[in-house]
């Protein structure tokens, strides 16, 4: 059992992972089902609840009818029988998915007239062999194989492993690791399985743990977490080694696994991206986005569902730009298409180059049918930012967002915290919190004891929002108030002075970044050393140690910068959000602009997993540095998180005991 030889992840022509993944899963498994006699045949296609997932971040529903699919079950629902027709199986190898195929398909009246299996991973040889048993199934089954694909492709440069709860299963309580174990079994597998599908055999590189560096440490689960993960990945890869085809035999990209624990800023500060600020500002359910569109026929508005993804081309070009850019373009492309259309000039009348309202745009759409498609685009995204500037403007986020960039910049400290909270005390209490977790991931001491107490009455608090602060330092390796590093590893901070303000972050002169965009991620510095094959040893150790060879010339020609972004020097941007310089490619048409002949001159693939959570900044991040870097960077995490879901999983994480404010040292 294994993947078929011919994958079609590997024609001439270069495809991401999200191509990939969806290819695999029409070609290499529904379109296999159509053999001998059953090729004219519609099909049923019998899932679980994580293998729907699968497909649905992959594939749309036509897609699935395209390659001869008429119907599409739950494996634990009831079914109809449809003796006459075929079966496509695409299920976890669990004993309970097992069993459940072998009662549909057993006795004298199987619900289906023949079996294509196809499980998500590795599957059991006790298993295999309770299948092989049963010799009424036997003959019918048409297929029996392993797809080796058990993960959500989010984007076309990030994958999650679904593990929603690992930051409280992995970094809880330390008495009781059957959960952690777990947890880390099911993630390597996963992690293993995309390598599988990308046919890539990776140099696996982990963040050591903290007492194999320092002999004075103790070692806890929670820091041999990247350790373990590696361990369990590097197994799996080593099985598909022997069993998978065309699996490369000698190393063709590089893995670094890390924690939520190197970067505690990046889940809860502010990012000022048009993606990233949707998902922080507007009550989004994942990707869908739910607005008001005007009725049939002049009725009441009607509610319509969006999905912000891949297939929309205006989502695509401006979902890493800033968003006073992101206003800016979409600005300027309904001035293009009011100029370059007659009509729409008649329909804006003599409003001259005024600004449109949403219902302006309405208005164009239903006075101009031929054009509602690229209206309809166009009036949504202007909608959406309408929503998002109004929200930043509302609440007070420019003022927010310069003290939390400062803050991570040593441009300020806890007197300017202080003054903030006592002078804006209209500021929201999420937004408080999440200034006060910035400030405890830099100044952890500053939340012990009373100074803590204070701090929390200051911003007006509640206990619920007390246990997330302390949670967040305790992640960080931080319940003990004379230790003074911020990220849990790697960072070491000057303590002369009391009041010296302190930087987690340097500025990158050799970029030009927008005032309220000068964060980055902690992965941007560790992905640009993989590259230049600068990453410490021994703070990030191999599994299997690179070759000299390997490093020499990862990529054929220079190293160039990602080409400047569209202009924004006009004066209709606001100066809260003017930059300090130039460009600093966080459009992502850069990126999108490179044809597959590109990405085949790119060199080999780093990817970067980080357990308990991704950040929408990481993921920019990785697009950014492909583009920079001339390697693809892929991002995989055990979930995305916006800031809400984060504090909501830290709130979550129950440590050593049951929490109260007692026990809480603040």
């Given at each position: 059992?294994?993947?078929?030889?011919?994958?079609?992840?590997?024609?001439?022509?270069?495809?991401?992972?999200?191509?990939?993944?969806?290819?695999?899963?029409?070609?290499?498994?529904?379109?296999?089902?159509?053999?001998?006699?059953?090729?004219?045949?519609?099909?049923?296609?019998?899932?679980?609840?994580?293998?729907?997932?699968?497909?649905?971040?992959?594939?749309?529903?036509?897609?699935?009818?395209?390659?001869?699919?008429?119907?599409?079950?739950?494996?634990?629902?009831?079914?109809?029988?449809?003796?006459?027709?075929?079966?496509?199986?695409?299920?976890?190898?669990?004993?309970?998915?097992?069993?459940?195929?072998?009662?549909?398909?057993?006795?004298?009246?199987?619900?289906?007239?023949?079996?294509?299996?196809?499980?998500?991973?590795?599957?059991?040889?006790?298993?295999?062999?309770?299948?092989?048993?049963?010799?009424?199934?036997?003959?019918?089954?048409?297929?029996?194989?392993?797809?080796?694909?058990?993960?959500?492709?989010?984007?076309?440069?990030?994958?999650?492993?679904?593990?929603?709860?690992?930051?409280?299963?992995?970094?809880?309580?330390?008495?009781?690791?059957?959960?952690?174990?777990?947890?880390?079994?099911?993630?390597?597998?996963?992690?293993?399985?995309?390598?599988?599908?990308?046919?890539?055999?990776?140099?696996?590189?982990?963040?050591?743990?903290?007492?194999?560096?320092?002999?004075?440490?103790?070692?806890?689960?929670?820091?041999?977490?990247?350790?373990?993960?590696?361990?369990?990945?590097?197994?799996?890869?080593?099985?598909?080694?022997?069993?998978?085809?065309?699996?490369?035999?000698?190393?063709?990209?590089?893995?670094?696994?890390?924690?939520?624990?190197?970067?505690?800023?990046?889940?809860?500060?502010?990012?000022?991206?048009?993606?990233?600020?949707?998902?922080?500002?507007?009550?989004?359910?994942?990707?869908?986005?739910?607005?008001?569109?005007?009725?049939?026929?002049?009725?009441?508005?009607?509610?319509?569902?969006?999905?912000?993804?891949?297939?929309?081309?205006?989502?695509?070009?401006?979902?890493?730009?800033?968003?006073?850019?992101?206003?800016?373009?979409?600005?300027?492309?309904?001035?293009?298409?009011?100029?370059?259309?007659?009509?729409?000039?008649?329909?804006?009348?003599?409003?001259?180059?005024?600004?449109?309202?949403?219902?302006?745009?309405?208005?164009?759409?239903?006075?101009?049918?031929?054009?509602?498609?690229?209206?309809?685009?166009?009036?949504?995204?202007?909608?959406?930012?309408?929503?998002?500037?109004?929200?930043?403007?509302?609440?007070?986020?420019?003022?927010?967002?310069?003290?939390?960039?400062?803050?991570?910049?040593?441009?300020?400290?806890?007197?300017?915290?202080?003054?903030?909270?006592?002078?804006?005390?209209?500021?929201?209490?999420?937004?408080?919190?999440?200034?006060?977790m910035i400030l405890a991931a830099i100044y952890p001491e500053k939340f012990e004891g009373e100074k803590g107490l204070n701090l929390m009455k200051v911003a007006k608090l509640t206990d619920?929002?007390?246990?997330?602060?302390?949670?967040?330092?305790?992640?960080?390796?931080?319940?003990?108030?004379?230790?003074?590093?911020?990220?849990?590893?790697?960072?070491?901070?000057?303590?002369?002075?009391?009041?010296?303000?302190?930087?987690?972050?340097?500025?990158?002169?050799?970029?030009?970044?927008?005032?309220?965009?000068?964060?980055?991620?902690?992965?941007?510095?560790?992905?640009?050393?993989?590259?230049?094959?600068?990453?410490?040893?021994?703070?990030?150790?191999?599994?299997?140690?690179?070759?000299?060879?390997?490093?020499?010339?990862?990529?054929?020609?220079?190293?160039?910068?990602?080409?400047?972004?569209?202009?924004?020097?006009?004066?209709?941007?606001?100066?809260?959000?003017?930059?300090?310089?130039?460009?600093?490619?966080?459009?992502?048409?850069?990126?999108?602009?490179?044809?597959?002949?590109?990405?085949?001159?790119?060199?080999?693939?780093?990817?970067?997993?980080?357990?308990?959570?991704?950040?929408?900044?990481?993921?920019?991040?990785?697009?950014?540095?492909?583009?920079?870097?001339?390697?693809?960077?892929?991002?995989?995490?055990?979930?995305?998180?916006?800031?809400?879901?984060?504090?909501?999983?830290?709130?979550?994480?129950?440590?050593?005991?049951?929490?109260?404010?007692?026990?809480?040292?603040?």
């Amino acid at each position: 059992m294994s993947l078929d030889s011919d994958s079609s992840s590997y024609g001439g022509e270069y495809k991401n992972l999200k191509q990939i993944s969806r290819e695999r899963l029409l070609h290499e498994m529904l379109r296999s089902a159509k053999t001998g006699d059953s090729k004219s045949t519609w099909k049923v296609l019998i899932m679980d609840k994580l293998t729907v997932k699968i497909m649905s971040h992959s594939c749309k529903m036509a897609d699935i009818t395209d390659e001869g699919v008429s119907l599409v079950e739950d494996i634990y629902k009831r079914r109809q029988p449809l003796p006459t027709m075929d079966a496509i199986y695409f299920i976890q190898p669990t004993r309970e998915n097992v069993i459940m195929f072998l009662s549909d398909m057993s006795g004298r009246k199987p619900l289906y007239r023949k079996a294509f299996v196809f499980f998500s991973s590795p599957i059991a040889k006790e298993l295999v062999t309770e299948i092989k048993k049963d010799t009424q199934v036997l003959p019918r089954i048409g297929a029996l194989r392993e797809m080796n694909l058990e993960y959500f492709a989010i984007d076309s440069q990030g994958f999650i492993t679904n593990n929603e709860r690992a930051l409280e299963e992995l970094f809880g309580d330390e008495e009781n690791n059957r959960k952690a174990v777990a947890c880390l079994n099911v993630m390597a597998t996963r992690i293993a399985s995309v390598f599988a599908s990308l046919r890539e055999f990776p140099f696996v590189r982990f963040r050591a743990a903290r007492s194999s560096l320092d002999a004075t440490t103790m070692t806890t689960f929670h820091d041999l977490i990247p350790t373990k993960l590696a361990a369990g990945v590097w197994d799996c890869l080593m099985k598909y080694k022997k069993s998978v085809p065309n699996f490369p035999q000698t190393e063709t990209c590089e893995l670094l696994i890390i924690d939520r624990t190197i970067d505690q800023i990046a889940p809860v500060i502010h990012e000022w991206t048009y993606d990233a600020m949707c998902h922080d500002l507007l009550n989004m359910e994942g990707n869908k986005y739910v607005h008001q569109v005007p009725g049939k026929n002049g009725g009441p508005p009607e509610r319509k569902d969006v999905l912000l993804e891949d297939h929309d081309p205006i989502w695509l070009e401006l979902r890493h730009a800033h968003i006073a850019d992101a206003s800016e373009r979409l600005h300027e492309k309904m001035t293009n298409f009011i100029s370059k259309n007659k009509a729409a000039q008649i329909q804006h009348g003599s409003r001259g180059s005024g600004e449109m309202s949403t219902r302006d745009l309405q208005k164009m759409v239903q006075a101009l049918p031929q054009y509602s498609e690229q209206i309809d685009k166009l009036s949504l995204h202007v909608e959406i930012a309408g929503k998002v500037n109004n929200i930043i403007r509302e609440s007070g986020l420019r003022e927010l967002g310069q003290l939390e960039q400062d803050l991570v910049f040593g441009d300020a400290g806890m007197k300017e915290v202080i003054k903030f909270l006592t002078t804006k005390e209209d500021t929201s209490r999420e937004n408080k919190l999440r200034l006060l977790m910035i400030l405890a991931a830099i100044y952890p001491e500053k939340f012990e004891g009373e100074k803590g107490l204070n701090l929390m009455k200051v911003a007006k608090l509640t206990d619920d929002d007390a246990i997330a602060i302390n949670n967040l330092r305790v992640l960080g390796g931080e319940p003990d108030a004379k230790k003074t590093s911020t990220s849990g590893f790697g960072l070491k901070f000057d303590m002369h002075k009391v009041e010296k303000k302190r930087a987690v972050r340097k500025n990158r002169a050799e970029e030009e970044t927008w005032q309220l965009s000068r964060f980055y991620p902690i992965i941007e510095e560790l992905i640009e050393k993989v590259s230049k094959n600068e990453l410490s040893k021994e703070d990030y150790p191999c599994l299997n140690d690179p070759s000299p060879s390997f490093h020499g010339t990862p990529y054929p020609g220079p190293v160039t910068q990602t080409p400047p972004a569209h202009s924004i020097r006009s004066r209709r941007t606001p100066t809260w959000a003017r930059p300090r310089g130039s460009d600093d490619g966080y459009s992502s048409d850069s990126v999108l602009k490179h044809s597959s002949s590109d990405f085949k001159k790119m060199g080999q693939r780093i990817f970067i997993f980080i357990v308990g959570g991704a950040t929408r900044s990481e993921l920019r991040v990785c697009h950014k540095l492909t583009g920079k870097l001339k390697r693809e960077v892929i991002l995989g995490s055990s979930s995305i998180d916006d800031p809400a879901q984060f504090i909501t999983k830290l709130k979550m994480l129950t440590m050593d005991q049951e929490l109260s404010l007692d026990d809480l040292q603040i």
